[in-house]
T-cell receptor
Framework: GAVVSQHPSWVICKSGTSVKIECRSLDFQATTMFWYRQFPKQSLMLMATSNEGSKATYEQGVEKDKFLINHASLTLSTLTVTSAHPEDSSFYIC????????????FGPGTRLLVL | KQEVTQIPAALSVPEGENLVLNCSFTDSAIYNLQWFRQDPGKGLTSLLLIQSSQREQTSGRLNASLDKSSGRSTLYIAASQPGDSATYLCAVLSGGYQKVTFGTGTKLQVIP
């Protein structure tokens, strides 16, 4: 149980295009989902907290207009990297917290983005 | 602010050896701690989750222990195999806002 999926697992795009990454909780409902980013040789860092039906809360230094987060349902959150640039190339991972309670975050496998 | 440190940053061992990876955290008021493996070019895989009330978890050749009072966790890998080669991350859930803080990882290479 408590499986989180991400799609796509790999994406390569041209500079200037937008990329959407999906995060789904497969066997539970999640009012809260989290998005993390990992730059090479650095630890994963929280980008934003996404709550179903409301605006996401972004961490300091993360551009909300560049990283659009939509949490339209209890099982799906999307992260859209708008007008992607090579410096946005990174590993993006989401996690979800079960609606039924508990603090544990269940992590997706991650998405590797390469912007050319 | 929670800080998570993993030592060593890299480790190379011959196949068959037992090994220990270390994770330390500064704020002992944690909810849980997770160990992950990250394979090059691939995604993150959750290995073990230890709740704050637990002292250890086991899965196959892996055993993770947690000592909250000293702010430490260890991941023990028995009889290492080349397929164990990966980067191992620990992540701590803590704080009033229940944030996850990741360590920078230990890159393990098991030599056949």
């Amino acid at each position: 149980g408590a499986v989180v999926s991400q799609h796509p697992s790999w994406v390569i795009c041209k500079s200037g295009t937008s990329v959407k990454i999906e995060c789904r909780s497969l066997d539970f409902q999640a009012t809260t989902m989290f998005w993390y980013r990992q730059f090479p040789k650095q630890s994963l860092m929280l980008m934003a907290t996404s709550n179903e039906g409301s605006k996401a809360t972004y961490e300091q230094g993360v551009e909300k207009d560049k990283f659009l987060i939509n949490h339209a349902s209890l099982t799906l959150s999307t992260l859209t990297v708008t007008s992607a640039h090579p410096e946005d190339s990174s590993f993006y991972i989401c996690s979800a917290r079960d609606l039924r309670g508990g603090e544990t975050q269940y992590f997706g496998p991650g998405t590797r983005l390469l912007v050319l | 602010k929670q800080e998570v440190t993993q030592i060593p940053a890299a480790l190379s061992v011959p196949e068959g050896e037992n090994l220990v990876l270390n994770c330390s955290f500064t704020d002992s008021a944690i909810y849980n701690l997770q160990w992950f493996r990250q394979d090059p070019g691939k995604g993150l895989t959750s290995l073990l989750l230890i709740q704050s009330s637990q002292r250890e978890q086991t899965s196959g050749r892996l055993n993770a222990s947690l000592d909250k009072s000293s702010g430490r966790s260890t991941l023990y890998i028995a009889a290492s195999q080349p397929g164990d080669s990966a980067t191992y991350l620990c992540a701590v859930l803590s704080g009033g806002y229940q944030k996850v803080t990741f360590g920078t990882g230990t890159k393990l290479q098991v030599i056949p």
